[in-house]
């Protein structure tokens, strides 16, 4: 069982920064960040391997975020640059099913966090 927590969240203005962390009881595997807004699906924000030499993004944050970690700490980050209004979300960290999986699909990911509010005010 992978334990999840993260935060970082909270009230930011547009075109600000914030950083998000992810603490895992393990970085034995790839890791990712999806989001969900009120009333929306959730999406898939960035996701890293377990080495960090692989990270993939959603076409909505390319640019903007950047994901890393650091397997000493068993901590991974969402480095989150220019939000926008439309960045409004719970985001939630998910450990993947394998050190190398990074891409979109959720059900990959079989252990989640309960998740961090960020609000981007305009």
């Known amino acids: 069982q992978v334990q999840l927590v993260e935060s970082g969240g909270g009230l930011v203005q547009a075109g600000n920064s914030l950083r998000l962390s992810c603490t895992t009881s393990?970085?034995?595997?790839?890791m990712g960040w999806f989001r969900q807004a009120p009333g929306k699906e959730r999406e898939f924000v960035a996701a890293?391997?377990?080495?960090?030499?692989?990270?993939n993004y959603g076409d909505s944050v390319k640019g903007r975020f950047t994901i890393s970690r650091d397997n000493a700490k068993n901590t991974m980050y969402l480095q989150m640059n220019s939000l926008k209004p439309e960045d409004t979300a719970v985001y939630s960290c998910a450990s993947a099913a394998d050190r190398f999986y990074t891409g979109n699909y959720a059900n990959r990911y079989n252990y989640w966090g309960r998740g961090t509010q960020v609000t981007v005010s305009s």
């Open positions: 890293i391997s377990w080495s960090g030499s692989i990270t």
């Open positions: 393990t970085s034995n595997y790839a």
